[in-house]
């Protein structure tokens, strides 16, 4: 008898658990990413905490990136190789992956060259959504108020890029 109490207590435990999961993840689903975003937490190469903003005198750039993905390889290349035409645009490279990698990255493409460019390691607990969330590759623009006005998945080419901002 006591054991069939026992048991029936743990299969209601776990039938509540499973609904409050079921839940949280359903909410998550529905959850739409902010259109507005004035400030992006990260970490930088050094290990600090920062808070990044979003809004000022032109357009920023945020570029969910990885090493280990060709494509994002490949679009960081066609970024470095069109730079003159993103010069003006703050642009923030933004990786899950470790401050020690990242720092290869930047050697690698001579990154600390360019001064709109700025490799940044995700705070786990801090990066905003959408970003945490993005597949790699995931391109972000905000306007100068930090309204989001491009979110493109996947590879993005220079030339279509540079056709969105001068719309």
Do not use: W
Not at 30 to 35: E, F
Not at 58 to 77: A, K, R, Y
């Amino acid at each position: 008898m006591r054991k069939k109490q026992i048991l029936s207590l743990v299969a209601i435990i776990i039938v509540g658990v499973t609904l409050f999961m079921i839940h949280g993840i359903a909410k998550k689903a529905r959850s739409k990413p902010n259109s507005s975003l004035t400030l992006l937490h990260a970490i930088t190469l050094d290990s600090t905490a920062v808070e990044i903003s979003l809004t000022g005198a032109d357009t920023s750039l945020v570029v969910v990136f990885n090493s280990e993905c060709d494509i994002c390889i490949i679009e960081l290349e066609e970024l470095l190789v069109n730079y003159a035409n993103f010069e003006r645009y703050s642009i923030l490279l933004l990786s899950h992956q470790s401050i020690n990698e990242l720092l290869r990255i930047q050697a690698n493409y001579n990154l600390g060259s360019y001064a709109n460019f700025e490799l940044l390691k995700m705070d786990e607990l801090r990066t905003e959504d959408p970003f945490r969330s993005a597949s790699n590759p995931s391109l972000f623009v905000f306007d100068h108020n930090g309204k989001l006005i491009l979110q493109k998945k996947g590879y993005t080419s220079p030339e279509l890029l540079i056709k969105q901002l001068h719309k």
